[in-house]
Each structure stands twice: as structure tokens, then as C-alpha cells.
């Protein structure tokens, strides 16, 4: 019984550098966070108060790419949109929203995508690990 046994000699020579992997993540966390940003902007679009288009377009990524910040060291993002008004846009409950939109979008946009969010800042630090 002992022959159908092969005794094999491997030495494995491991090396981690843990800087440089916690590094590599928190690049991919932070790319993960503004790739989330920009999803939920995306999403946020039909909920958004529209009468001529300019708060929509301020919050699209493709229009305004600084629409969406990353802070890299504290792995933290932001994201809004630039006009005057968009904060009592947002805030206001009472407004009326004729054509389209809705008080709260961003907010209600942000909760109803947290897995998403989640997930798409978790593909990227799993992409990261692979390499």
C-alpha cells in the first residue's frame, strides 16, 4: 500500500507585502466607490424634478464629470448636482413636480441601490484580489 504513495520535495518561496496589497485594495475600493457614484446619479436621472433639463444634466456624469469626488485616503465619495437650486429641489416636499421628479430623489435613489452600491465597490476589490 505504501508504494502507490509518491514522496515529493516542494519548497514554496511566498512572499506578501502587506502595505502593498492594503494599497491595491483601497485603490479598488475607491475606484469601486466612484464607479457606485456614478450608478446611482444614473439611476437617479428619472426621479430628478425636470422643467428644462439643467438639474438632470448638472447630475449626469457624462455631462459633468466632477459631479462625482472621490476621497481616496478616507474612501469617501460625493455626489450632487450643481445648479442654485438643487438643494431646495430636493428638500422641498410641497413642491410640485408636474412634468417628472420627485422631492428626495437623490436620497431615495441612495437607499434603494445600497446593494448595489455595495456590489459594485465589492467587484472591484474582488478584481483587485485577483490580479
Known amino acids: ?3 502507490r504513495f509518491i514522496d515529493i520535495d516542494v519548497k ?3 512572499h506578501i507585502d502587506p502595505d502593498a496589497l492594503i494599497a491595491e485594495v483601497n485603490q479598488a475600493a475607491g475606484r469601486g ?3 457606485a457614484a456614478e450608478h446611482v ?18 447630475g449626469d456624469p457624462r455631462e459633468r464629470p466632477g ?18 437650486y438643487a438643494a431646495r429641489q430636493h428638500e422641498e416636499l410641497d413642491w410640485n413636480h ?14 434603494d441601490e445600497a446593494d448595489n452600491v455595495k456590489a459594485i465597490v465589492a467587484k472591484q476589490i474582488r478584481r483587485a484580489l485577483r490580479s
Open 1 to 3: 500500500m505504501a508504494d
Open 12 to 14: 514554496l518561496d511566498l
Open 33 to 35: 466607490l466612484y464607479l
Open 41 to 58: 446619479l444614473t439611476t437617479a436621472a428619472p426621479r430628478t424634478p425636470w422643467e428644462s433639463g439643467d438639474l438632470q444634466r448638472s
Open 67 to 84: 459631479s462625482v469626488a472621490v476621497d481616496h485616503g478616507r474612501l469617501q465619495a460625493a455626489l450632487g448636482y450643481d445648479t442654485p
Open 98 to 111: 408636474p412634468i417628472m421628479g420627485e422631492p428626495k430623489w437623490l436620497e431615495k435613489t441612495l437607499r
